[in-house]
């Protein structure tokens, strides 16, 4: 198994581009969890599906993010425009089941200059 | 929500002495408890996790103990070595049915030769 898939893995873009993250959970997995980590502020949960249903996005910080995960294979999460503190690694992670073991992409580090 | 407190923020040790890191919920209903080593540029992985129905879990050198009345959870790495050098961070998942991981701040471990 290849285990989750992100890209890219890195991306520099100009504030105010739109940002397009890219996720593949493990083939089989039913939740999918969208992670932000920062030195100020750690690991911090921005959403999961679980079934391909949003469950929870209370963590998404404001209106410009906004995620979907149109099947089982696949989500996006997207920032439109990006701003400068939107600079981090956003980790992916999926899990075969509620409450399960969750393993993590390699993440994507974005830096918005 | 959940709060999970982690500490120390660092920790220094001797190669071959044990090391310890305390983490704390807050939400009584928190079932799982994992714990993540991040090296430096890489994924979060999973190392060891416990659930609330046992107080104990080893593997090799790794330990997880778990005191649900006081809400709290260790880890224990015995014997260390150089390649324990990285960031532990502990987590919960809060009850009620919600699947998402709340991290600690993480603590960076080093091993002194």
């Known amino acids: 198994d290849a285990g989750v898939i992100q890209s890219p893995r890195h991306e520099v873009t100009e504030m105010g581009q739109e940002v397009t993250l890219r996720c593949k959970p493990i083939s089989g997995h039913n939740s999918l969890f969208w992670y932000r980590q920062t030195m100020m502020r750690g690991l911090e949960l921005l959403i999961y599906?679980?079934?391909?249903?949003?469950?929870?996005d209370s963590g998404m910080p404001e209106d410009r993010f906004s995620a979907k995960m149109p099947n089982a294979s696949f989500s996006t999460l997207k920032i439109q425009p990006s701003e400068p503190r939107d600079s981090a690694v956003y980790f992916c992670?999926?899990?075969?089941?509620?409450?399960?073991?969750?393993?993590f992409g390699p993440g994507t580090r974005l830096t918005v200059l | 929500g959940e709060n999970v407190e982690q500490h120390p923020s660092t920790l220094s040790v001797q190669e071959g002495d044990s090391a310890v890191i305390k983490c704390t919920y807050s939400?009584?209903?928190?079932?799982?408890f994992p714990w993540y080593k991040q090296e430096l540029g890489k994924r979060p992985q999973l190392i060891i996790d416990i659930r609330s129905n046992v107080g104990e879990k080893k593997d090799q050198r790794i330990a997880v103990t778990l005191n649900k009345t006081a809400k709290h959870f260790s880890l224990h790495i015995t014997e260390t070595q150089p390649e324990d050098s990285a960031v532990y961070f502990c987590?919960?998942?809060?009850?009620?049915?919600?699947?998402?991981?709340?991290f600690g701040k993480g603590t960076h471990l080093i091993i002194q030769p």
């Open positions: 992670a999926s899990t075969e089941r509620v409450g399960g073991k969750r393993y």
């Open positions: 987590a919960a998942i809060s009850g009620g049915g919600a699947d998402g991981l709340t």
């Open positions: 599906f679980n079934n391909n249903v949003p469950i929870d």
């Open positions: 939400d009584s209903a928190s079932n799982y």
